[in-house]
């Protein structure tokens, strides 16, 4: 049976949408199968053993993997897509610098990443710092940083796929740093659909930088339709199922957001993804009798992982602990003076429990310390 993009799309509607009890389906329906084209691609006879390897990763399809045979940049590469965060590979020296940034990043050590790269060259090395110093609060160096590369992409523009997805991501994060988000966003929307419709069709990572994109200019039902084509070119692409359980809790439809917990706990069962997505769901349900030991455990394993600060001060303000809500925040100041984050992650989910004058005030705190925050 051939999958087309109706029937995905059908099944992202299903995650998202509720449904009749009469009207659930009985399969899960994160399972979303492998697209057909990607499948006669892995399979044909013509791909060397090394570039079977480098499509099936690329491709999340890490069951099939032959781990004994693959380099150490394809060990980060996979310890990176499942976010094994504290794999060897992504610890040791000899790992090229760029695996150990983003890892580093992922594990809320921005410091170490930006340390590991003071004179980024590639479009994903300045990235990476940019990420790095923006979650520290750096965000003029982070702005100082990107400025250059605008100029030098728009004059010779990238040919390859990734490197136009990446320079779409850098001229919308560039725009959002300077306080003008719309200016550039549909440059970037135009790199990102030339990076998959001319460039490479089986490159999901364009059409998941597009969905982000939509999201966040609140366009729902677009970012959806990108999500209904990079799923099947890889079905266990993270970024993806944290992006749709966000949505799901968004808009309340806390079952689909399970569904998405399971899909990224399949991918690794220590999934941080997974942890932060629950504890999401649980506060905008006003549910908070797991939450601390969830934060608890998530805390022990990423000590300085701003995200799960940010919500440890959620959790806190939807208790009306005020003086562990200003701990939470201290502490947040202390690792990324400026970045206001963790305020407007409190002043949200008070919103959520109906709090709106005190979310509020929270959110206009974060407003003042930071106008042009890009989050």
């Not at 976010?83 to 580093?104: C, G, M, S, W």
């Not at 959806?224 to 084509?229: D, L």
């Not at 809500?325 to 409190?346: C, I, R, V």
């Not at 002043?347 to 925050?373: C, H, K, T, V």
Request: charged content about 20%; overall charge negative; some cysteine.
């Amino acid at each position: 049976m051939t999958i087309d993009a109706k029937h995905i799309s059908l099944i992202l509607v299903l995650i998202l949408c509720p449904l009749p009890t009469w009207a659930q389906p009985q399969a899960d329906p994160t399972q979303v199968p492998l697209s057909p084209v990607v499948n006669r691609l892995l399979n044909d006879p013509i791909n060397s053993e090394s570039r079977k390897l480098e499509l099936m990763l690329f491709h999340g399809q890490f069951e099939a993997v032959d781990q004994t045979k693959l380099t150490t940049e394809q060990r980060a590469e996979m310890a990176l897509a499942k976010f094994e965060l504290n794999a060897p590979v992504l610890q040791d020296e000899k790992t090229p610098a760029i695996y150990r940034a983003l890892a580093a990043n992922q594990r809320g050590e921005p410091e170490f990443a930006s340390k590991l790269l003071p004179n980024p060259q590639s479009l994903r090395e300045v990235l990476a710092k940019a990420d790095a110093l923006e979650t520290l609060g750096q965000l003029d160096d982070a702005t100082k940083l990107l400025t250059p590369w605008r100029e030098k992409l728009r004059a010779n523009l990238p040919d390859t796929a990734w490197q136009l997805t990446d320079a779409g991501i850098l001229l919308s994060k560039l725009a959002n740093l300077e306080g003008l988000p719309a200016r550039d966003y549909q440059q970037a929307m135009n790199w990102f659909a030339k990076a998959r419709n001319q460039l490479d069709r089986l490159y999901w990572p364009a059409y998941i930088a597009e969905a982000q994109l939509l999201c966040d200019k609140g366009s729902r039902m677009q970012a959806i339709e990108a999500i209904t084509e990079a799923l099947p070119l890889n079905p266990n692409a993270s970024q993806v199922w944290l992006l749709l359980g966000r949505m799901s809790v968004d808009s309340f439809q806390f079952e689909k957001a399970n569904e998405c917990v399971k899909k990224l706990q399949q991918i690794n069962p220590t999934h941080p993804l997974a942890a932060e997505l629950i504890i999401r769901s649980l506060l905008a349900q006003r549910d908070l009798t797991q939450v601390p030991l969830l934060l608890t455990d998530a805390r022990k394993e990423y000590p300085t992982h701003r995200t799960f600060i940010a919500l440890e001060a959620a959790m806190h303000a939807m208790m009306f602990d005020h003086g562990k809500l200003d701990q939470s925040l201290a502490t947040f100041e202390k690792l990324s003076p400026g970045n206001p984050m963790a305020l407007a992650t409190a002043g949200e989910f008070l919103s959520f429990a109906r709090q709106y004058d005190w979310g509020e005030q929270l959110l206009r705190r974060a407003i003042a310390m930071q106008p042009n925050w890009p989050k």
